[in-house]
T-cell receptor, first 115, second 115 residues
């Protein structure tokens, strides 16, 4: 049990719609990152937030955006959904950036299906 | 830049026989290395981590891994497989770069355990 909670667990959207995924932690981890995991693939880094600011981004377009709140919870927003956005979206938290071991605590993910 | 190569996409073993999941990495910096496990429809759980201490690392559920810098490898082993070990396994390399910790996931190895 990692103490990281994601919602919703499953959702279905249609192309062009917008979606918001949420993540929270019971443990006060102050750094949150989001990953996209397509079927049969490893997780791909979307972006990371620290102190409510984005401080790293993977190869994802601007229609993927996020927020981190003062209580360290986070949202991932995806606009103008495309079929290829269908995936498991994983939230991962850790405490501070450096020095630390980089160990991430993952939620169980939100599975998004775009029709 | 760093990268991770998991040399086998699928590994099948019989219950009670040894498990070997292979991982090679490349990194321009001193890396931390991790193995995560993902059971179906679940998030990722940390199995073990290497952070420049002992090169032989012991993790949960009887798994261990050896960091070999000369071979740039971090293979995961277990002496005796259990049915409950059937899952997807990810090797992860983590480095600190420009003030941010960057993690790169391998593409995963699916472990099947036959009765």
């Amino acid at each position: 049990e990692t103490g990281v909670t994601q919602s919703p667990t499953h959702l279905i959207k249609t192309r062009g719609q917008q979606v918001t995924l949420r993540c929270s932690s019971q443990s006060g981890h102050n750094t949150v990152s989001w990953y996209q995991q397509a079927l049969g693939q490893g997780p791909q880094f979307i972006f990371q937030y620290y102190r409510e600011e984005e401080n790293g981004r993977g190869n994802f377009p601007p229609r993927f955006s996020g927020l981190q709140f003062p209580n360290y919870s986070s949202e991932l927003n995806v606009n103008a959904l495309e079929l290829d956005d269908s995936a498991l979206y994983l939230c991962a938290m850790m405490t501070s950036l450096i020095p630390n071991t980089g160990e991430l605590f993952f939620g169980e993910g939100s599975r998004l299906t775009v029709l | 830049a760093q990268s991770v190569t998991q040399l086998d996409s699928h590994v099948s073993v019989s219950e009670g026989t040894p498990v070997l999941l292979r991982c090679n990495y490349s990194s321009s910096y001193s890396p931390s290395l991790f193995w995560y496990v993902q059971h179906p429809n679940k998030g990722l759980q940390l199995l073990l981590k290497y952070t420049s201490a002992a090169t032989l690392v012991k993790g949960i559920n009887g798994f261990e891994a050896e960091f070999k810098k000369s071979e740039t490898s971090f293979h995961l082993t277990k002496p005796s497989a259990h049915m409950s070990d059937a899952a997807e396994y990810f090797c992860v390399v983590s480095v600190v770069r420009t003030g941010r910790r960057a993690l790169t996931f391998g593409s995963g190895t699916r472990l099947q355990v036959q009765p």
